[in-house]
């Protein structure tokens, strides 16, 4: 598989903007953070509060759907590695949902 060129997540989300953040430099003992990527999303009137928000949430949650498949198509061996790559992608799945993480019984 090719590398992505996506810039990488994970996505935040705050009202109609989403951006990331990486790591610019230590001052003081603390990480100085920049922001790297942010779109703004809007709807043009038709559509709902509700959908719009939907959208906001799939859109920020798509780096992490990326890499759960991207794992997940690479056939994990054992129980734990299927567990963790299973996790991972209802992660991304409850963030693209804007709900609470389902944790995998293991």
């Known amino acids: 598989m090719s590398e992505s060129k996506h810039t990488p997540g994970p996505w935040l989300r705050e ?9 610019a430099r230590w001052r003081k003992g603390a990480g100085q953070f920049k922001n790297w990527f942010w779109a703004t999303v809007q709807g043009c009137g038709k559509i709902s509060v509700e959908e719009l928000e939907a959208n906001r949430c799939l859109i920020a949650a798509a780096p992490d759907m990326y ?40």
């Open 15 to 23: 009202g109609g903007v989403i951006y990331t953040l990486v790591h």
């Open 67 to 106: 890499s759960a498949l991207k794992d997940l198509m690479k056939f994990p061996a054992t129980i734990e590695e299927r567990t963790a790559c299973a996790q991972r992608a209802l992660s991304a799945i409850a963030k693209a949902e804007d709900r609470d993480v389902v944790q995998v019984v293991k």
